[in-house]
């Protein structure tokens, strides 16, 4: 490929994108599938985000045989940066959930999470909500960019300012929940004894809580531990793109495309992977997006 001809810094590898497309492609219709057999409709954000994923990989493959067209390039670059930040999204709500599921309304106390739990998913979710604007108008703004424009120098420089932005407030925020979230790995051990005396007809792996006859996996430990994993592969990835757009578009990440999939599609993949085998449903009793009154 004629690099003057094309948007990206690079020789872009079609055999790469095409692999992370179908990867990414069997794990969206896995969700899809899981979505609608067990219905968890509040997990449709990470359903979303994985079709973002798989569509920004399958327009990579299109943008790198049509390099010249800015819209390709555009909706590729838009779609696998956007796509962690509603994982992160996710995340927050599957936490939310898995604390009203472990700890008593009684001990759900400011002090237990540094953070009201009522406020805990509002709170992150809207701070992730302020990230993915920014990160759009600032993805969008660098794209956008024909090299030839007089203030090209100005534009490229205000579109990474609004995405590091972006990626600053998903961090910190990001970063924040990642402390929270593994030192209740430690703190929620204190109501293993809570939550069994809320058991029934336990057979050793599964059971019911709380009089519901629907059948749940009893090792809650297990879906907060893949959750920690996830947020930490989501935060290694925002560590990089904030570098990323630190560098700009003539930086070493821009310039070698490895980088795009040792930090960015490597770590994401196994944040989607993981929730496909140990699926949120096997473990929480209410999927919905509004928990009942009682579990609140």
């Known amino acids: 490929m ?11 590898s079609l055999a790469a994108a095409v692999v992370f497309a179908v990867a990414y492609g069997l794990v969206f219709i896995a969700y899809v ?9 509040v997990w449709i954000v990470m359903v979303i985000s994985a079709g973002m994923e798989v569509g920004g990989y399958i327009i990579r493959c ?16 838009a779609l696998i940066i956007l796509a962690p930040v509603l994982m992160a999204g996710a995340c927050y709500v599957l936490f939310g959930r898995i604390v009203f599921h472990i700890v008593p309304r009684s001990q ?3 002090k ?3 953070i009201s739990p009522r406020w805990l998913t509002p709170i992150f979710v809207t701070a992730d909500i302020v990230a993915l604007i920014f990160q759009l108008i600032g993805a969008v703004r660098i794209t956008s960019i024909n090299a030839t424009d007089p203030d090209a120098r100005k534009k490229a420089n205000q579109g990474r300012t609004i995405a590091q932005i972006g990626v600053a407030v998903q961090l910190l925020c990001f970063g924040l929940f ?19 005396q809320r058991l ?24 907060l531990i893949v959750t920690n994993i996830a947020t930490a592969l989501i935060l290694i990835r925002s560590i990089y793109r904030m570098i990323d757009f630190s560098l700009g578009r003539t930086g070493y990440t821009e310039m070698h495309e490895w980088c795009l999939y040792v930090f960015d599609a490597l770590p994401i993949f196994p944040v989607l992977a993981l929730y496909i ?16 009154k009682h579990a609140r």
């Open 200 to 223: 029934a007809n336990a057979d050793g792996k599964y059971c019911s809580i709380d009089g519901s006859e629907r059948k749940l996996k009893r090792s809650w430990p297990t879906i």
């Open 112 to 114: 237990l999470l540094w």
């Open 277 to 292: 085998w140990w699926h949120p449903s096997h473990y929480l009793p209410f999927m919905n997006f509004r928990l009942p």
């Open 108 to 110: 759900r106390t400011l």
């Open 2 to 12: 004629a690099l003057e001809r094309t948007r990206y810094r690079y020789d872009p």
């Open 33 to 41: 599938i899981q979505w609608i057999k067990y219905r968890s409709w």
């Open 178 to 196: 990642t402390v929270i979230a593994v030192r209740f790995n430690f703190t929620a051990r204190r109501f293993a004894a809570q939550f069994e």
């Open 62 to 77: 299109l943008s790198i045989n049509k390099p010249e067209e800015r819209a390709l390039y555009v909706a590729q670059f």
